[in-house]
């Protein structure tokens, strides 16, 4: 069974950084498309970035414009691991940020979840 691994969350103030990690158990991730989600408290999860698999024709990356140039997704294939650099992070980012394989935007459905990081971001 599939099982995908968050890291990496915590308190920070705004405009500060933090790095998330996604490992996963079971397959290569090198070669599925993987996606953060996040879910802020009372809202629906909503997608964050994507990355996709490196024998895609798709676009490499994906960014929701909330993130777009303060996100950065990235894949590290020796560690079988794929991060979320948050940068300028800002009180609205709060949410439980999770990982998945499969992006927030394709058709196909999301075929593994992670059980989730906490990111706070406050003053």
């Known amino acids: 069974q599939v099982q995908l691994v968050e890291s990496g969350g915590g308190l920070v103030q705004p405009g500060e950084s933090l790095k998330l990690s996604c490992v996963a158990s079971?397959?290569?991730?090198?070669?599925?498309?993987i996606g953060w989600f996040r879910q802020a408290p009372g809202k629906e999860r909503e997608g964050v970035s994507c990355?996709?698999?490196?024998?895609?024709?798709?676009?490499?990356?994906y960014y929701a414009d909330a993130v777009k140039g303060r996100f950065s997704i990235s894949r590290d294939s020796a560690k079988n691991t794929v991060y979320l650099q948050m940068n300028s992070l800002k009180p609205e980012d709060t949410a439980v940020y999770y990982c998945?394989?499969?992006?927030?935007?394709?058709?196909?459905?999301?075929?593994?979840w992670g059980q989730g990081t906490q990111v706070t971001v406050s003053s």
């Open positions: 990355i996709s698999s490196i024998a895609s024709s798709d676009p490499p990356t």
């Open positions: 079971e397959l290569s991730l090198d070669y599925y498309a």
């Open positions: 998945a394989i499969g992006c927030p935007n394709s058709p196909a459905p999301i075929r593994a």
